[in-house]
């Protein structure tokens, strides 16, 4: 997970516009909110963001003077993917990742894509696209595997052709685009072969260990609030928390400490938000894999199958 101050900048988030009286969607432009030194993350997850991030910085001595632009011809984009379990820094690592490259962000999620007008959808993507490369900007790509998931090959319906027909119009422009891509997702084992192919790195998050499970209570608990909170007690118990869930168990042991009118927030305050967390992630896990095929063909079938 990554924790820090957010990065202000003079540059306020503008409005980016495609077509004027068209159908084809707005997208928003938005400056980088954290750095890398912002990120509450393990050190194998770091070095291999920078990993990543040399292949920028050593560009003009691997492909013109060691002569890898006519070995690896399509090869100039970066296209990084950040994946593993909810909470643990990915869409910060995306904001980080952009300061470091001194680049604004063009932030898309598959609704932002997703039109119910036939071909709307492919054209909403190359849109997303072609602002980026504009504005020299990222195009980072969040629950990328919303448009990444495999295509499908038993083809029944309308539906299934509209999708394939979108994956196959990013296949091609990630063949030819020379910007930086970043990816995000939960569910890599969701991705189509095809776009694992064409991503230069993927860098796995997980959850944070011991050490980084203390970095992130003492960072979230403010110095203002009083507290009895052992962190180092807290994060040998407790060793499958995500930073998101530190971040909300701090923020539920507050208000529950307020509400009794105690006079500081204490061990129980916080022991009981982290089991209230886990108790929640324990049940969505066990019926999750049957809950999204529902909500996903439902979505499908009310927002592109009715009006194909």
Not at 67 to 75: A, D, E, Q, V, Y
Request: charged share 25%; glycine share 2%.
């Amino acid at each position: 997970m990554a924790i820090g101050n957010r990065i202000y900048p003079e540059k306020q988030e503008s409005e980016i516009r495609s077509q004027p009286n068209s159908r084809i969607n707005t997208f928003l432009l938005s400056e980088p909110k954290y750095s890398l030194d912002d990120l509450i993350i393990p050190d194998s997850t770091r070095s291999q963001i920078n990993k990543a991030l040399a292949f920028r910085k050593h560009n003009d001595l691997v492909f013109n003077h060691w002569g890898l632009k006519h070995t690896h011809r399509n090869s100039s984009r970066v296209c990084l993917n950040f994946y593993g379990a909810p909470g643990t820094g990915k869409t910060m690592a995306a904001h980080a990742v952009a300061h470091y490259l001194e680049k604004s962000l063009l932030i898309v999620n598959y609704a932002d894509i997703e039109s119910k007008y036939v071909g709307d959808t492919p054209k909403n993507l190359m849109a997303a696209f072609e602002m980026a490369k504009k504005n020299d900007a990222i195009i980072f790509f969040d629950e990328a595997d919303a448009m990444l998931s495999k295509r499908v090959t038993n083809m029944s319906s309308s539906t299934d052709t509209s999708v394939n027909q979108t994956r196959s119009v990013l296949l091609n422009i990630l063949n030819d685009y020379d910007k930086t891509i970043l990816f995000a997702t939960n569910f890599i084992e969701n991705f189509d072969p095809a776009f694992m192919r064409r991503i230069l790195a993927h860098v796995k998050f997980n959850l944070p260990d011991q050490q980084n499970r203390v970095k992130l209570f003492d960072m979230y608990i403010p110095n203002n609030m009083p507290h009895h909170i052992d962190t180092n007690y807290l994060s040998k118990k407790y060793d499958n928390l995500s930073g998101s869930d530190i971040s909300n168990s701090v923020l539920l042991a507050a208000f529950s400490a307020a509400e009794r009118q105690a006079n500081s927030v204490d061990m129980d305050d916080i022991s009981e938000s982290i089991e209230s967390i886990l108790t929640s992630k324990h049940e969505n896990s066990r019926n999750f894999s049957i809950e999204t095929r529902e909500v996903s063909k439902s979505e499908v079938e009310n927002n592109i199958g009715k009006a194909l």
